[in-house]
């Protein structure tokens, strides 16, 4: 089944820590995107990425960093530098030629810093 | 710039009740607009959407209608059941045929139907 697969669903880490999550994606979407999600705030963009090898600053990237090297991965690394990591990260992804906007998202990341 | 505001919640209601959760929306040009559900524990799925104005969305039930002259989507259901609990999120995007295509979000609102 096509899709989009986040990992791991929960992640712990120490202050200080960096810490990678993944997404893969099986749709042949071009496009994707990394969100934050705090509650009572909505969906925060943190980084997207149109095509391989580039990508772009959302509105809170700072303390992130992604890297896009194939198409189906978009790997988002949460670093030390993020003042305030604990949160539900939230990946998706747009398929070629869509013509509303709508994005596909995956499960989510949960990530607690203890 | 682009904007979505949507109702606080929570919204707590029983079953067979009427569901509406409020959207207004400030974007420039013409948005396409959405609702997303979000299970607890899970991602965002797409419940509905709209591309243009006076478009009506539906899905299980739920139905929303892009209004231009009042820049909004509301949402809304005849009757809801307890496996309608969950948060409901309001959202435009821009980019119609482009890869760019971000969502702008509401806050979210938390619905609760009790039997």
């Known amino acids: 089944d096509g899709g989009i697969t986040q990992s791991p669903k929960y992640l712990f880490r120490k202050e200080g820590q960096n810490v990678t999550l993944s997404c893969e994606q099986n749709?042949?979407?071009?496009?994707m995107y990394w969100y934050r999600q705090d509650p009572g705030q909505g969906l925060r963009l943190i980084y997207y990425?149109?095509?391989?090898?580039?990508?772009q600053k959302g509105d809170i990237a700072e303390g992130y960093s992604v890297s896009r090297e194939k198409k189906e991965s978009f790997p988002l690394t949460v670093t030390s530098a993020q003042k305030n990591p604990t949160a539900f990260y939230l990946c998706?992804?747009?398929?070629?030629?869509?013509?509303?906007?709508?994005?596909?998202f995956g499960e989510g990341s949960r990530l607690t810093v203890l | 710039g682009n904007s979505v505001t949507q109702m606080e919640g929570p919204v707590t209601l029983s079953e067979e009740a009427f569901l509406t959760i409020n959207c207004t929306y400030t974007a420039t040009g013409y948005p396409s607009l959405f609702w997303y559900v979000q299970y607890p524990g899970e991602g965002l799925q797409l419940l509905l959407k709209?591309?243009?104005?006076?478009d009506k969305g539906s899905n299980k039930g739920f139905e929303a209608t892009y209004r231009k002259e009042t820049t909004s989507f509301h949402l809304e259901k005849g009757s809801v059941q307890v496996s309608d609990s969950a948060v409901y999120f309001c959202?435009?995007?821009?980019?119609?045929?482009?890869?760019?295509?971000?969502?702008?979000f509401g806050r979210g609102t938390q619905l609760t139907v009790w039997p």
């Open positions: 998706a992804s747009l398929p070629v030629g869509l013509t509303t906007g709508e994005l596909f």
């Open positions: 709209a591309t243009k104005a006076d």
């Open positions: 749709l042949n979407h071009d496009a």
């Open positions: 990425s149109q095509i391989v090898n580039d990508f």
């Open positions: 959202a435009l995007s821009r980019y119609r045929g482009s890869t760019l295509g971000r969502l702008y």
